[in-house]
């Protein structure tokens, strides 16, 4: 079973929300990959991840910040009703939020 794009930036969210990364509260963007595993991404694999990292930044859904250490992400707080909205359609209400 290969998680669609919209699956993938639901469980990015899910993380990120389940950290309290949001704000100025950040974490690293290599952290997104962890926890997906190779198999359900297809045959891309990781790189999907970044990809849908990479698009949820540009869209405005994740804050970055870079880093002499590396690019650091949190999700964007003006923007909660649209990432609550993507968790819900994704896991259908009760399954995580």
Same mark, same amino acid.
């Given at each position: =079973? @290969?998680? $669609? @794009? #919209?699956?993938? =930036?639901?469980? !990015? !969210?899910? &993380?990120? %929300?389940?950290?309290?990364?949001?704000?100025? $509260?950040? /974490? $690293?963007?290599?952290?997104?990959?962890?926890?997906f595993?190779?198999r @359900?991404?297809? *045959? *891309?694999?990781?790189?999907? +991840?970044? &990809? +849908?990292?990479?698009? =949820? !930044?540009?869209?405005?859904?994740?804050?970055?910040?870079? /880093?002499? %250490?590396?690019?650091?992400?949190?999700? #964007?707080? /003006?923007?909660? @009703?649209?990432?609550?909205? !993507? =968790? &819900?359609? +994704?896991?259908?209400?009760?399954? %995580? +939020?």
């Open positions: =079973m @290969d998680f $669609s @794009d #919209e699956e993938i =930036m639901a469980r !990015i !969210i899910h &993380k990120l %929300y389940r950290r309290g990364n949001w704000g100025e $509260s950040h /974490t $690293s963007f290599e952290n997104l990959k962890k926890g595993n190779q @359900d991404l297809g *045959k *891309k694999g990781l790189k999907r +991840v970044d &990809k +849908v990292g990479k698009q =949820m !930044i540009k869209s405005g859904l994740l804050h970055s910040k870079q /880093t002499k %250490y590396g690019l650091e992400v949190s999700l #964007e707080f /003006t923007q909660k @009703d649209k990432l609550m909205d !993507i =968790m &819900k359609r +994704v896991f259908h209400d009760d399954e %995580y +939020v």
